[in-house]
């Protein structure tokens, strides 16, 4: 199985927003509402953001957000703030008990 | 609420057998509904997920690493295990423990806080 597509990095200023995608294929992110976000800051485990595409866990911002069409899953982050700034990484389903991350995406704020 | 925690060498010499463990607290890891998995992500790079084991003791496997792997849970520790063979330098990196949940495992909402491994004679 193939890594899911993410652009490498992005950025945005305090108070926008910024949109991240992550493409795959009709076996995984297209086929299953099974896409999950991750947040890492340097020297830290990952974190779970959103879980099955739009669901956030207890005590994630809403600013976080996620969606999908088709082969491609989105996170986007609305009135950012410096916190934001770390690397995320989506995460699917691809059937038969198979899981594939994303490249990762490395969020900068200005 | 739930913990993990990794333990293991840091330093394994080329072609042996890397050797893990996650020791799970705050709940049991033979309670149903649950996955238990290993992650790795080498020096700078992105996270690769290795497999999981469902508490029934069923197991699955990143298909690029199935010859290499085993993963198996033990209950009266309740501890999760990995087992990676013949391991080159390509399998340094940091190994992350986690909790899957959801339908098919296919969410990570409980991590450890990682271990280093570094594959070097």
């Known amino acids: 199985q193939s890594a899911l597509t993410q652009p490498p990095a992005a950025s945005g200023s305090p108070g926008q927003s910024v949109t991240i995608s992550c493409t795959g294929t009709?076996?995984?992110?297209?086929?299953?509402?099974?896409v999950s976000w991750y947040q890492q800051h340097p020297g830290k485990a990952p974190k779970l953001m959103i879980y099955e595409v739009t669901k956030r866990p207890s005590g994630v911002p809403d600013r976080f957000s996620g969606s999908k069409s088709g082969n491609t899953a989105s996170l986007t982050v609305s009135g950012l703030q410096a916190e934001d700034e770390a690397d995320y990484y989506c995460y699917s389903y691809a059937g038969s008990n198979n899981l594939v991350f994303g490249g990762g995406t490395k969020l900068t704020v200005l | 609420q739930v913990q993990l925690q990794e333990s293991g060498p840091g330093l394994v010499k080329p072609s042996q057998t890397l050797s893990l463990t996650c020791t799970v607290s705050g709940g049991s890891i033979s309670s149903g509904g649950y996955y238990w998995s290993w992650i790795r992500q080498p020096p700078g790079k992105g996270l690769e997920w290795i497999g999981y084991m469902y508490s029934s003791g069923r197991s699955y496997y990143n298909p690029s690493l199935k010859s290499r792997i085993t993963i198996s849970l033990d209950t009266s520790k309740n501890q999760f295990s990995l087992k990676l063979t013949s391991v080159t330098a390509a399998d340094t990196a940091m190994y992350y423990c986690?909790?899957?949940?959801?339908?098919?495992?296919?969410?990570?909402?409980?991590w450890g806080q990682g271990t280093t491994v570094t594959v070097s004679s």
């Open positions: 986690a909790r899957n949940s959801g339908y098919f495992g296919d969410h990570m909402d409980v």
């Open positions: 009709s076996s995984d992110v297209g086929g299953y509402n099974y």
